[in-house]
């Protein structure tokens, strides 16, 4: 198993990973009337990222790492809350939204709205691939 470490500071940023093939995207839920129904479930499987480094122009989606929300480990909010959008959650505007707990780098873009994919997105330069145990 493998996890992800903040590049800058070394810190886990994740929980254990392996990787897969990038699932296709989640069909929006049936029936939602409620904004919080209309966020869909995770598009990651728990324990797995995937690459997307060249998301569908139209997609919506930053390039990077995918890994479930509930993977993530040691990482925030951005302090700007400029950065923090969404219309019925969270999503992308203009750049990471998720920064290191430890040294603030900017990590990872939390999507969970109603027109997007729900997954968290590791910037690939900010991070590092680690296989120790420890
Ligand atoms: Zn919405
Ligand atoms: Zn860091």
């Known amino acids: 198993m493998a996890r992800f470490l903040c590049f800058a500071c070394r810190r886990?940023?994740?929980?254990?990973v392996r990787k897969i093939p990038l699932p296709p995207w989640k069909e929006s839920p049936e029936g939602a009337t409620e904004w919080f129904e209309r966020i869909k479930a995770p598009r990651m499987p728990?324990?797995?990222?995937?690459?997307n480094h060249r998301p569908g122009e139209f997609s919506g989606e930053p390039?990077?790492?995918?890994?479930?929300p509930d993977d993530v480990r040691g990482m925030r909010l951005h302090p700007d809350t400029s950065r923090i959008t969404g219309c019925c959650g969270i999503n992308l505007l203009d750049g990471?939204?998720?920064?290191?707990?430890?040294?603030g780098a900017e990590l990872a873009v939390r999507q969970a709205d109603c027109h997007t994919e729900n997954q968290v997105t590791l910037v690939t330069e900010a991070v590092i691939?680690?296989?120790?145990d420890d």
Do not use: M, R
């Not at 998720?98 to 040294?103: A, H, K, N, P, T």
């Open 12 to 16: 886990t940023i994740t929980a254990s």
């Open 46 to 51: 728990p324990g797995t990222y995937a690459a």
């Open 63 to 68: 390039p990077g790492l995918v890994v479930h």
């Open 96 to 103: 990471p939204n998720l920064v290191c707990e430890g040294c």
């Open 129 to 132: 691939l680690s296989y120790a």
